[in-house]
C-alpha cells in the first residue's frame, strides 16, 4: 500500500466493537453503489458494502445479505481491475 493515500472509515460491529477498513474502491453496477473495503489489520479481510443515500444527502454502508449478490459484485469488480490495470 506504501505511500498511497486512502480513505478510511470505522465499521461497528453488533457487538459494538471498531475495525478499520480502507476503502478499495468504489462501484456503481445495477443501479447500486458498492465499496470495496479491507481490514486495517488484516489485509486478507475484504467486504462488499452497499452504499446508500438519504434524502439529505448523507451516504450509509449497508451490509449485504445476499451471498450470490456479493459474489456478482466481487466478479464485476475483479474483471473491471484486469481490464484496467492499475500502474
Do not use: C, W
Not at 498511497?4 to 471498531?18: F, K, M, N, P, Q
Not at 450509509?60 to 474483471?79: P, R, W
Request: glycine letters at 4%.
Amino acid at each position: 500500500m506504501g505511500d498511497e493515500l486512502r480513505d478510511y472509515i470505522t465499521v461497528v460491529e453488533e457487538d459494538g466493537s471498531e475495525i478499520l477498513f480502507a476503502v478499495e474502491a468504489l462501484f456503481d453496477m445495477n443501479d447500486k453503489t458498492y465499496a470495496l473495503l479491507r481490514a486495517e489489520h488484516d489485509q486478507e479481510d475484504t467486504i462488499v458494502m452497499e452504499v446508500q443515500t438519504d434524502d439529505d444527502n448523507n451516504q450509509y454502508l449497508i451490509g449485504i445479505n445476499d451471498h450470490d449478490e456479493t459474489k456478482n459484485v466481487l466478479a464485476a469488480y475483479e474483471i473491471a481491475v484486469e481490464a484496467s490495470p492499475a500502474d
